[in-house]
Each structure stands twice: as structure tokens, then as C-alpha cells.
T-cell receptor, first 116, second 111 residues
């Protein structure tokens, strides 16, 4: 299995809702990432998990809460989002994230989130 | 903070013409990666460059990493309609572990 899967593909939520995005990979990769991508913009890094531990939080608002239950799964819990949080949320994984270099990242298809 | 810029933002070429996108970092990079994102799709890894002055080729694609490790380029020879998409460079700053994506170059190929 050489792919990263994400569910759901599309999500519409109100500002008071609580929802979760899910990401899964079975390639044995030990680094997993959440990115946010707005239309016609590059992906912006949100969080990095390395060996199931949060290693980077790019000053993301607390209404986004990541979780890595095990080495294959990555969740992003959403609560009290704003309309400007509407975007494509991409999950990625990479093999052997060490201290000095990052290997290629395999991206999932993304979840297109709309906040009303 | 680290900034990675790409030029041009957009290029429209006739099929068969060549295409080049340039990537410039405000800081020295330990490595640079290139990704392609088709319209409606997700980024797909193309290549990683690590060494100063490195040149790598993949069929019609040629990638270069600058001597100072602050810039890179992607050149496509004889474009095809399948080359349509946005090309992103992504650099790792020597002082940080995070990858920073460049602003991207959107390529449109006219058949």
C-alpha cells in the first residue's frame, strides 16, 4: 500500500460544530504532517508528528487540535472554526524523519473544508 | 522567517515549447524538493536535491540546485499537455526542520 488516505473528502460545518479529519498511511512512515492550502496558494505547514510525538506546531490556533493515536493514523480535531478556515487540508507522510533532513513527502488527496 | 519565492507565477506555452521555473530562498537550504500539483489534485513529489550545484534529470525535466544552495530551477523541454499543473519547490532551512513551500508556478500548455 503506497498511498495516504484522507476522510472525509468534503466537509461542511458551522462555526459551533466539532468535527475531525482523519488520515491514514500503511507505508511504515514515521513522520506525518498536516498542511492547509488555500486556492492558488502553496501548502502551509500546520503540524508535524515524528515517531508519534508532536515535533512542530507552526503557531496554529487552538481551534485546531492534532492527534496521532499510532504510527499509521493522524487526526485533526476541529472546533469553533471561522469561515476563513475554509481550505483544503492535506495530510502527508514521509519515511525516517531524522534530525537533519526530510525525505520526500507523500500527500493524501485532502479534505475540502467549508466553514459556514 | 524563511521565504521561498518562485518566478514566474504563471506561464502559458504552446505544446513543444520549453518551460523554466526559478526558486529563490532568503536563507541557505540544506535540501530542496520539487512537487507538481495538477488542477484539483494534491502535490506529488518529483525530486530532491541535496548537494551544491547538483543537477538531476528525469526524462524531459532537468532540476538544478544553486552553488550557494539558495536557489533552484526546474526546466521542462518540449512541454506536453500532461505537464499542466502548478510546480512548487520546497526548501528545508539549515536552521529549521520544517519544509517551506515556494509560491508556485502555474503552467498552462496550449495543444
Amino acid at each position: 500500500d503506497t498511498e495516504v488516505t484522507q476522510t472525509p473528502k468534503h466537509l461542511v460545518m458551522g462555526m459551533t460544530n466539532k468535527k475531525s479529519l482523519k488520515c491514514e498511511q500503511h507505508m511504515g512512515h514515521r513522520a506525518m504532517y498536516w498542511y492547509k492550502q488555500k486556492a492558488k496558494k502553496p501548502p502551509e505547514l500546520m503540524f508535524v508528528y515524528s515517531y508519534e510525538k508532536l515535533s512542530i506546531n507552526e503557531s496554529v490556533p487552538s481551534r485546531f487540535s492534532p492527534e496521532c493515536p499510532n504510527s499509521s493514523l493522524l487526526n485533526l480535531h476541529l472546533h469553533a472554526l471561522q469561515p476563513e478556515d475554509s481550505a483544503l487540508y492535506l495530510c502527508a507522510s514521509s519515511p525516517k524523519s531524522d534530525r537533519t533532513s526530510w525525505n520526500e513527502q507523500f500527500f493524501g488527496p485532502g479534505t475540502r473544508l467549508t466553514v459556514l | 522567517g524563511q521565504q521561498v519565492m518562485q518566478i514566474p507565477q504563471y506561464q502559458h506555452v504552446q505544446e513543444g515549447e520549453d518551460f523554466t521555473t526559478y526558486c529563490n530562498s532568503s536563507t541557505t537550504l540544506s535540501n530542496i524538493q520539487w512537487y507538481k500539483q495538477r488542477p484539483g489534485g494534491h502535490p506529488v513529489f518529483l525530486i530532491q536535491l541535496v548537494k551544491s550545484g547538483e543537477v538531476k534529470k528525469q526524462k524531459r525535466l532537468t532540476f538544478q540546485f544553486g552553488e550557494a544552495k539558495k536557489n533552484s530551477s526546474l526546466h521542462i523541454t518540449a512541454t506536453q499537455t500532461t505537464d499542466v499543473g502548478t510546480y512548487f519547490c520546497a526548501g528545508q532551512d539549515t536552521g529549521r526542520r520544517a519544509l517551506t513551500f515556494g509560491s508556485g508556478t502555474r503552467l498552462q500548455v496550449q495543444p
